[in-house]
Nanobody, 117 residues
């Protein structure tokens, strides 16, 4: 079973940047599609960005052009570079690892990002 540990969250100013990291252990990381989800206060968890095994990426419309997802298979780590942060980006960010064909869908514990105006 994959274990996911997020890091890099915290407080940022409006217009600032943060870089989230998620390190995976216990699995063949390169075989997993990886994603970042966000749950804002009072809202449901939603997809922010995803990168598949082959490196193809997907972004929610609200973060296109501001966030970049990447992965380093040698380090079993997925990153989310967040630039031009807005107060609306505030929330708990969760790392996700999945292998659809095997119905595997694992979550990290989440990390808080707060963007002040």
């Amino acid at each position: 079973q994959v274990q996911l540990v997020e890091s890099g969250g915290g407080l940022a100013q409006d217009g600032g940047s943060l870089r989230l990291s998620c390190e995976a252990s216990g699995v063949s990381f390169s075989l997993y599609d990886m994603g970042w989800y966000r749950q804002a206060p009072g809202k449901e968890r939603g997809l922010v960005a995803r990168i598949d095994r082959g490196g193809s990426t997907y972004y929610a419309d609200s973060v296109k052009g501001r966030f970049t997802i990447s992965r380093d298979n040698a380090k079993n780590t997925v990153f989310l570079q967040m630039n031009s942060l807005e107060p609306e980006d505030t929330g708990v960010y969760y790392c996700n690892a999945r292998r659809v064909v095997f119905a595997i869908n694992q979550w990290g514990k989440g990390i808080l990002v707060t963007v002040s105006s």
